[in-house]
């Protein structure tokens, strides 16, 4: 069975606090430490672990970003994928989630994938847009928040995570499984893993191997556009108090302002 | 005013659920608000809708909608996206309206803007706030004159109260496609006991060292119940034996992003911030004021946790009363 996980490489959430260029209205990726997005390291792993289960199966990672995304690749071979593909283009900068939904949908087509992991969504965007729009652009079933996975012959079984508990859910294959973050255990790097990964096959593809225009993608192709970016009212700086018999009024009243009651 | 804004209402049990409702009435606020109800139940809630802002409602009472996940909605309003052209397609984001959405977009090559807290449709046209990290704001636009998708945070409006509004019904006469008909719901099984589970809880309280003994615990517990979120752990109290491995959270554990996150007596090593620092607000009480979980904090409370969270939750509990 021919395996896809899908990657992205984010300003690490660790150490950075992510910032948007009020020029290019784009996330500031420079001076930033970049890193495989955390989320996605979860779901490397249960692809890993169904690649392994199912047996006589590649894992192949696929992302789209800059050349410096191979380093977030290489972490998904390191970690235990068969092989990866960046798909990279000066073109894709600006590009919207439905354009990278479709540009990765056409590397996913012409490569004949039968599964294809996502994360429910990044860490750095947060739009969960992608994986449906993969789905929908090569007109198969989505199965999303997986929390455990069984392929049954053609078919792909899951437990999928909803408020009041879970749902099991089934479709034909090929179909695009979103994992619900932290439902399976993280695989790390061995230093063998490492080693290894520098041997296992890395390619990158430029737009027009995939037989896409620029002019559909990046700024060109997006059908959003930010206005203004401005400084949220009252949350620029933590507020700091000390609890002088008052704290939970205080902590409620902070509640009650950002309509989280 | 000449918007026409469209909300798909999602039921459950029979009823629609309160983020439908939310979102109905600010559809209300922009201009002509109207409902897509789908479903077995959706014949019988129709007519209520008027009072929530809807001025007309589309259904459709079909049970393939409850059997069948995303495709059979995605095609129905596809279709009824050929047949009118409203303003804007307005959705609370929730498990299943999202993924809805994604596919809506693609299917007919629609704009649309996620997470956001508010939106106006003026003269110069539609301008949506998403909150960006804690210190920013963005406003955005879509830039096609047709209809978008905006998909709004949960609790970002409350429901209102159109008191004898009633909606005009249209029975949307159409078949589900069999290719609709492929992602299938085999059971649906509730897990009433332990509320949501902590990695996808909207509301997670966690508690570290400062709590002093695992007997405190429950103040976190009464607490994340109170909010309707989940109770998690620092490292230190799991590898204390206070709890089992599945209420950690860190980077050994599980990692969270909810709205919501009150640390309480957790100092924030590095390990426990990764599995939370995505979450949007986060609220930290603890007696030292130099630990580091002050720094991530957009409400940092210097204090004994084990004597305010009780009090805390006795105060929610007024406050929602």
């Known amino acids: 069975m021919k395996m896809f996980v899908c990657i992205k490489q984010v300003p690490d959430p660790n150490t950075t606090v992510s910032k948007l260029d009020p020029n290019t209205k784009r996330l500031v990726r420079n001076g930033v430490s970049l890193v495989l997005d955390p989320g996605d390291e979860s779901t490397i792993s249960a692809a890993i672990k169904l690649r392994d289960k199912v047996g006589n199966s590649e894992l192949v990672a696929v992302s789209m970003g800059p050349a410096s995304a191979q380093e977030a690749m290489r972490r998904a071979l390191a970690m235990g994928a068969d092989r990866a593909i960046l798909i990279s283009d000066p073109a894709l900068a600006g590009s919207d989630a439905g354009t990278t939904a479709r540009v990765l949908a056409a590397l996913l087509k012409k490569e004949g994938a039968d599964v294809i992991f996502c994360s429910t969504e990044s860490t750095d965007g947060y739009t969960g847009m992608v994986p449906g729009g993969i789905a929908e652009v090569m007109g198969i079933p989505q199965l999303t928040f997986a929390r455990e996975i069984n392929i049954e012959g053609q078919k792909a079984v899951i437990k999928r995570v909803i408020p009041k508990g879970y749902q099991t859910i089934e479709s034909s294959l090929p179909a695009v499984i979103t994992i619900a973050s932290g439902s399976f255990e993280a695989i790390y790097p061995t230093m063998k893993g490492i080693m290894g990964a520098k041997r296992k096959p890395y390619s990158q593809v430029s737009l027009a191997d995939l037989g896409l225009e620029a002019s559909q993608v990046g700024e060109a192709g997006a059908r959003e556009q930010v206005l203004s970016i401005g400084t949220a009212e009252a949350r620029a700086a933590g507020q700091i108090i000390k609890d002088d018999g008052n704290a939970a009024q205080q902590i409620a009243e902070f509640l009650q302002r950002y309509q989280l009651l | ?321």
């Open chain 2, 1 to 321: 005013m000449a918007n026409t804004i469209w909300v798909l209402v999602e039921l459950e049990g029979g009823a629609p659920v309160r983020s439908s409702l939310e979102v109905l009435g600010k559809a209300a606020r922009l201009g002509r608000a109207e409902a897509i109800v789908l479903g077995s139940g959706a014949a019988e809630v129709a007519p209520t809708l008027g009072e929530y802002g809807a001025e007309k409602v589309y259904v459709h009472a079909d049970a393939a909608y409850d059997q069948y996940l995303t495709l059979p909605a995605v095609e129905t309003v596809s279709k009824l996206f050929a047949e009118h052209q409203p303003t804007l397609l307005l959705l609370p984001t929730t498990y299943d309206l999202r993924d809805i959405a994604a596919r809506l977009s693609m299917r007919n090559g629609m704009g649309l803007i996620t997470d956001a807290t508010d939106l106006t449709i003026g003269d110069d046209g539609l301008k949506v706030t998403v909150p960006w990290g804690g210190e920013t704001v963005v406003t955005a636009t879509l830039t096609q004159q047709r209809p978008g998708i905006v998909l709004t945070r949960p609790k970002a409006f409350s429901v209102e109260q159109y008191a004898g509004r009633t909606a005009e019904i249209e029975n949307i006469n159409t078949t589900i496609s069999a290719e609709s008909q492929t992602i299938r719901v085999i059971e649906t099984v509730e897990v009433k006991s332990e509320g949501p589970a902590l990695e996808d809880a909207a509301v997670v309280v966690s508690g570290g060292r400062g709590l002093g003994k695992a007997e405190n615990f429950h103040y976190v517990e009464e607490l994340a119940e109170i909010l309707g979120g989940a109770p998690g752990a620092t490292r230190a109290i799991v590898d204390a034996g206070w709890l089992p491995y599945s209420y950690q959270i860190g980077q050994t554990g599980k990692t969270v992003k909810p709205t919501l996150y009150i640390a309480a007596g957790i100092s924030g090593a590095i390990q426990h911030l990764a599995g939370m620092k995505g979450s949007k607000y986060i609220i930290a009480i603890n007696k030292d004021e130099h630990a580091p979980i002050f720094a991530n904090a957009d409400l940092g409370v210097i204090g004994d946790a084990v004597s305010i969270l009780p009090q805390l939750s006795t105060e929610i509990k007024r406050r929602k009363a």
